[in-house]
């Protein structure tokens, strides 16, 4: 065997032994999400007597009384309420985060190094700290029970977005900046109309880190909705937990296995933008 052909199968080893270790790897990693989806099909006897991924009778029936939740409030009602916290918090927090971000990157003031290590340090303050100040305050003004306490406050900005995107436009060449001040362009327009179009890979990148969060929050609509008919879907799935009787698994993984959707669609659509809205290269060419 000459030197070439050891070479060739030396590559072909080391190829095939590096796909093997990712797919087991991705296999490692997927295997909660495969094992809710088998479980979604199947009984509650075959959930915790058959470890096997592949049911032996797809449960369909899982799906539909896991819909109609208590016949009162479905779970329709659930996805509404999550569609509309995450659509309209993520929306607040983008924009407002790229509005505060072109102020640090490109407006001078006085104390702007000062603000913005204000700024950077809230990245570092858990949530638990500012927790029951916040739900004073909000319960003082009488939120609680609304939508209000988990919105409005994504409407001021967010630490980590902010950061990202001033980052981001610190890329970009002032020169665009001064041409649209030729043409006549206040801060307003130039932000509009040069850099806003110009940082989409940050704001898309924003926009997939805020669905995910706001989409999977429990805490946050724990500690403020009290009603039924406002919970999101986070909170629905643990109702149907009961320690006092039977548990439903299946309507539990069923709902669970839907509720997966909206986060899957989000990252097939925008998973392009990931790497693109982290790793600022600058302006290209």
């Known amino acids: 065997m000459d030197a070439h052909t050891k070479r060739i199968i030396k590559v072909n080893t080391e190829k095939f032994i590096f796909h093997a270790?990712?797919?087991?790897?991705?296999?490692?990693?997927?295997?909660?999400?495969?094992?809710?989806?088998?479980?979604?099909?199947?009984?509650?006897?075959?959930?915790?007597?058959?470890?096997?991924?592949?049911?032996?009778?797809?449960?369909?029936?899982?799906?539909?009384?896991?819909?109609?939740?208590?016949?009162?409030?479905?779970?329709?009602?659930?996805?509404?309420?999550?569609?509309?916290?995450?659509?309209?918090?993520?929306?607040?927090?983008?924009?407002?985060?790229?509005?505060?971000?072109?102020g640090f990157a490109r407006i001078p003031f006085k104390g702007r190094s000062f603000w913005y290590a204000c700024m950077f340090v809230t990245l570092m303050l858990p949530y638990q700290v500012v927790m029951v100040p916040q739900f004073i305050i909000f319960h003082r003004i009488g939120w609680v029970n609304?939508?209000?306490?988990?919105?409005?406050?994504?409407?001021?900005?967010?630490?980590?977005?902010?950061?990202?995107?001033v980052q981001f436009i610190r890329q970009i060449p002032m020169e665009l900046d001064n041409a649209a001040k030729i043409d006549g362009c206040n801060r307003p327009m130039i932000f509009s109309y040069v850099v806003f179009p110009l940082i989409k890979p940050s704001l898309i990148t924003a926009v997939i880190f805020s669905f995910?969060?706001?989409?999977?929050?429990?805490?946050?609509?724990?500690?403020?909705?009290?009603?039924?008919?406002?919970?999101?879907?986070?909170?629905?799935?643990?109702?149907?937990?009961?320690?006092?009787?039977?548990?439903?698994?299946?309507?539990?993984?069923?709902?669970?296995?839907?509720?997966?959707?909206?986060?899957?669609?989000?990252?097939?659509?925008?998973?392009?933008?990931?790497?693109e809205g982290m790793v600022t290269t600058g302006i290209k060419g």
């Open 21 to 102: 270790v990712v797919i087991l790897l991705g296999f490692i990693m997927l295997y909660p999400i495969l094992w809710m989806i088998s479980n979604s099909f199947k009984t509650s006897a075959e959930i915790f007597g058959n470890s096997s991924l592949i049911p032996q009778s797809l449960r369909w029936d899982n799906y539909v009384r896991g819909w109609k939740f208590n016949n009162a409030i479905t779970f329709g009602t659930f996805f509404k309420n999550s569609l509309f916290y995450t659509v309209v918090a993520t929306f607040g927090a983008v924009m407002s985060s790229a509005i505060v971000a072109y």
């Open 146 to 165: 609304t939508f209000l306490p988990l919105i409005v406050p994504h409407f001021g900005g967010v630490g980590f977005f902010i950061f990202l995107m």
């Open 212 to 275: 995910y969060w706001r989409w999977d929050d429990f805490l946050g609509p724990l500690l403020y909705l009290n009603r039924p008919r406002q919970f999101t879907v986070s909170l629905a799935l643990r109702m149907f937990s009961d320690p006092q009787s039977s548990t439903d698994w299946p309507a539990i993984f069923s709902m669970g296995t839907l509720s997966l959707i909206p986060v899957v669609l989000v990252f097939i659509i925008f998973q392009k933008y990931i790497v």
